[in-house]
């Protein structure tokens, strides 16, 4: 654990090298962001052509190295957190602003909120609904971390640019050590996607998911 002698110690001219530790795994959590039913399944990617590279990569990068990530991290304890775009009521009158105007309301207990077959999380993994882009905005899941002890978070999911950039900044923000990890990450373009990761990479960690496997055997 990080501890206030350590954080102290890092001068004011800062310490570039220290977002770069090392996960610890008793304190580190895998987010997952917003791999649900409502965002990717066979109805959205038929009326939705014009979207193939996102419903590919989804497909053939970010749920295979999801599923390596689940079981690395299941395998060696690591806290999986899931969040998913669900409101608190059934008409989304809770929702943000933003979602409200772009027409985002998935019900509450809708299968639309329900987190992709293929990366189901288990029965006492937690699930946090969220109602905005930020997740640390719009749900407790900064006192839930701070409860579970974490300081390390692991970020993969969806849409790169959009809830996934805001989770890292906002994370880097709350005091947590951010780790990407850009191929389990997707958006709608693959320029869009570097473009993220170019903006983000002074708040984490910019990690492969074969890197992260490795790390977390150690």
Not at 75 to 81: M, S
Not at 87 to 109: A, E, H, N, Q
Not at 169 to 189: P, Q, V
Request: charged share 30%.
């Amino acid at each position: 654990m990080i501890s206030k002698k350590e954080i102290e110690s890092i001068p004011l001219k800062g310490n570039i090298n220290f977002r770069e530790k090392k996960i610890e795994k008793d304190h580190t959590a895998l987010l997952i962001i917003d791999l649900q039913k409502g965002e990717y399944n066979a109805k959205i990617i038929r009326e939705k052509p014009s979207d193939k590279y996102i419903w590919d990569r989804i497909k053939n990068i970010v749920i295979p190295n999801g599923t390596k990530l689940l079981h690395g991290c299941r395998k060696n304890k690591i806290e999986v957190i899931y969040t998913v775009i669900e409101s608190l009521t059934k008409d989304g009158r809770d929702s943000g602003l933003d979602y409200k105007i772009s027409g985002m309301c998935v019900p509450k207990g809708s299968i639309d909120a329900e987190v992709i077959d293929e990366l189901k999380p288990l029965n006492n993994e937690i699930i946090i609904p969220k109602t905005s882009s930020s997740v640390f905005n719009s749900t407790n899941i900064e006192y839930v971390l701070r409860n579970l002890s974490i300081q390390y978070l692991m970020i993969m999911g969806i849409v790169t640019d959009q809830c996934v950039e805001t989770a890292v900044r906002d994370g880097c923000d709350k005091g947590f050590l951010i780790t990407l990890i850009e191929d389990a990450c997707a958006t709608h373009t693959q320029e869009r996607h570097d473009s993220s990761l170019r903006g983000i990479k002074g708040y984490c960690r910019i990690r492969k998911t074969e890197d992260i496997v490795k790390e977390i055997k150690i």
